[in-house]
């Protein structure tokens, strides 16, 4: 056997240390950059969370979870949480509410976040409506419109070899659009997501229905359109409710801030290497990021239902000595003594770093194995057994 021929049996070890002087050397040398005209140490004042919640009324963080199992081959049931976790001079008042439904396989993964994303954004919303004047919610608002934006590239680019679908014309995502925007218009403020509710599927198929009838003519192609459609609609929702937050909040004077446990950003060093992790390595100490502001503008499919940007602040914040470092986004162009000023509160009601609203429903709403395992023997048992009992 000559060499060339030799089995490969490498053991993993062998590869970490081939790349471990490449990796960190790549670490080292983007993490140097200068940051003491970006980073602000900070060591905030002390405040009671009485205090502050004196200052706001009500205080509200707002998290949500997700899981699924497969159905059959080709299609998966889902389940979706949202729990809020509200401070004020009443206590803390603790908030969850499930929603289940079924998709087809195609982007799942996108699919549920963007449905848990506008399920989280109802009840902010319903808890804004209440009075709360400081809400929480995990995530970044900037990313929700850039995944959206990106989505409706995916299905408007042309047809390649190898692709499994047809992807849509601009004619077809401007009819869904202007279609949903009157359809949904009195949803977005309801307590349930409309795309992903079991009882709206005929009435979403209907629509997908007539807007392809519009398109094409009756034939076999026509089923490839509606995977497509039916997430279009997803993102839709998704913004539409994104959209009447920000609405709301404005109105209402309230501080709507996004919080980030993770970030891939690098708008305030601008390295190869994401902002966070610069901080995390560099910085143990409190401090914050000097404002940085960002545009919400949405792609020019979705113009009519986003037709004027907002403005966020967004800045880098470590709460603690030796937390982890946050991404925060507040929805209006704010300078940087309101920025400290909202850090000393976050800093008041938080727990090692982290705000404890945001903390209490991250765990009301997890959806584990177990829930999971539980929800998928109840459905798989009718499937099997149902009918025998239903004597069909």
């Known amino acids: 056997?000559?060499?060339?021929?030799?089995?490969?049996?490498?053991?993993?070890?062998?590869?970490?240390?081939?790349?471990?002087?490449?990796?960190?050397?790549?670490?080292?040398?983007?993490?140097?950059?200068?940051?003491?005209?970006?980073?602000?140490?900070?060591?905030?004042?002390?405040?009671?969370?009485?205090?502050?919640i004196e200052k706001y009324n009500r205080i509200t963080g707002c998290d949500g979870g997700s899981n699924s199992f497969p159905l059959g081959?080709?299609?998966?049931?889902?389940?979706?949480?949202?729990?809020?976790?509200?401070?004020?001079?009443?206590?803390?008042q603790k908030e969850?509410?499930?929603?289940?439904?079924?998709l087809e396989r195609f982007k799942l993964d996108e699919r549920i976040s963007a449905m848990r994303s506008s399920l989280e954004m109802k009840h902010l919303m319903r808890n804004l409506k209440r009075g709360s004047k400081l809400l929480l919610m995990d995530g970044s608002l900037y990313s929700i419109l850039?995944?959206?934006?990106?989505?409706?590239?995916?299905?408007?680019?042309?047809?390649?070899?190898?692709?499994?679908f047809d992807f849509l014309p601009a004619e077809f995502i401007l009819d869904v659009v202007e279609r949903l925007r009157d359809e949904l218009g009195s949803e977005v403020e309801k307590e349930r997501v409309f795309t992903g509710d079991p009882e709206s599927r005929k009435m979403r198929e209907k629509i997908v229905e007539e807007?392809?009838?519009?398109?094409?003519?009756?034939?076999?192609?026509?089923?490839?359109?509606?995977?497509?459609?039916?997430?279009?609609?997803?993102?839709?929702?998704?913004?539409?409710?994104m959209r009447r937050l920000l609405d709301l909040s404005s109105s209402a004077g309230a501080t709507l801030v996004a919080i980030s446990k993770r970030s891939s950003g690098r708008e305030v060093f601008r390295t190869k290497m994401p902002d966070m992790t610069i901080i995390d390595m560099r910085t143990r100490e409190e401090g914050y990021t000097r404002p940085e502001y960002q545009e919400l503008r949405a792609s020019?499919?979705?113009?009519?239902?986003?037709?004027?940007?907002?403005?966020?602040?967004?800045?880098y914040m470590r709460l603690e000595r030796g937390s982890n470092p946050l991404r925060v986004e507040i929805l209006g162009a704010r300078d940087e003594s309101f920025l400290r000023d909202i850090m000393e509160d976050l800093r008041g009601i938080s727990v090692?770093?982290?705000?404890?609203?945001?903390?209490?429903?991250?765990?009301?709403?997890?959806?584990?194995d177990k829930d999971i395992k539980g929800i998928r023997e109840l459905i798989r048992g009718y499937l099997h057994g149902g009918r025998e009992m239903l004597n069909e």
């Not at 081959?73 to 803390?92: C, E, K, Q, R, Y």
């Not at 020019?300 to 800045?315: A, G, K, L, Q, R």
Request: include cysteine.
């Open 300 to 315: 020019p499919y979705f113009e009519t239902i986003w037709n004027s940007p907002y403005t966020i602040t967004v800045s």
């Open 146 to 164: 850039e995944e959206s934006s990106r989505f409706v590239g995916f299905l408007s680019r042309r047809k390649s070899e190898g692709t499994k």
């Open 1 to 52: 056997m000559s060499r060339s021929e030799f089995l490969m049996f490498q053991d993993i070890m062998e590869e970490a240390l081939r790349v471990r002087d490449i990796i960190l050397r790549f670490i080292d040398t983007e993490s140097r950059v200068p940051i003491e005209e970006k980073w602000v140490r900070c060591h905030p004042s002390i405040r009671s969370s009485e205090e502050i």
């Open 352 to 368: 090692r770093g982290y705000p404890y609203p945001l903390l209490m429903s991250h765990m009301l709403a997890r959806i584990g």
């Open 73 to 92: 081959p080709g299609d998966v049931v889902f389940a979706i949480s949202a729990a809020t976790s509200t401070l004020s001079n009443d206590g803390i």
């Open 211 to 241: 807007i392809v009838d519009r398109y094409l003519e009756v034939g076999s192609e026509r089923g490839r359109y509606d995977s497509l459609l039916l997430s279009l609609m997803e993102r839709v929702e998704n913004l539409m409710t």
């Open 96 to 102: 969850r509410i499930y929603q289940m439904g079924w």
